[in-house]
């Protein structure tokens, strides 16, 4: 795994072989983080990297918030509770010398609570698939205020989710068995 553009252009992250599957650890491919980011920057909505602050849910090993840091994101916040997860994120951040711009929090991403700093414009939301937790994470996001007006959410899982209603569906693309969907956060309605 490796940052594909940006300030950590390059960049090899630390590995988990061939995924934990014990820890849920299944990092995004370099192929569909590439293509993800064509998508986002290309793909009409303007540029939601540059500038963003960014939630990282069930980061895993941190690998799409630190492409978007790398790509010119403001700040990066990545949620996991897996302790082999936190110690791979401490390991990249490190490495990707971002300490500065990220957090990490030890926290069940279905669980969040209430948002105690600024909402986030640009979410990623890779859970272990077909378990319902990004539903769960997500609601969690939305209702403890964790989202700005407007924030593009990014979500893979395996099978095309049901979005909340307070999210617009923008995109969906298939990459191999990985389905990427592309939201938008409308508000509470």
């Not at 840091?69 to 490190?94: K, M, Q, T």
């Not at 569906?169 to 939201?183: A, F, M, N, P, S």
């Amino acid at each position: 795994m490796r940052i594909i553009a940006g300030d950590f252009k390059g960049k090899r992250l630390a590995s988990v072989g061939k995924g934990d599957n014990a820890a849920h650890l299944r990092p995004t491919t370099d192929r569909v983080r590439e293509s993800l980011f064509n998508l986002l920057v290309n793909g009409g909505y303007g540029d939601p990297v540059d500038g963003a602050r960014v939630l990282d849910l069930f980061a895993g090993t941190g690998a799409l918030g630190l492409e978007a840091l790398s790509r010119g994101a403001e700040f990066g916040c990545f949620v996991d509770d897996g302790i082999a997860a936190r110690a791979l994120l401490r390991e990249n951040i490190a490495l990707c010398a971002a300490q500065g711009r990220s957090k990490i929090f030890r926290r069940d991403a279905t669980k969040l609570g209430e948002v105690q700093q600024t909402p986030f414009s640009l979410v990623f939301l890779d859970p272990p698939y077909g378990k319902g937790l990004g539903e769960k994470a997500l609601s969690a996001a939305i209702a403890g205020g964790w989202l700005a007006a407007g924030a593009l959410i990014i979500w893979e899982e395996s099978q095309a989710p049901l979005p909340p209603t307070e999210c617009a569906l923008l995109d969906q693309r298939k990459y191999g068995d990985t389905v990427i969907t592309i939201l938008e956060y409308e508000g509470r309605p």
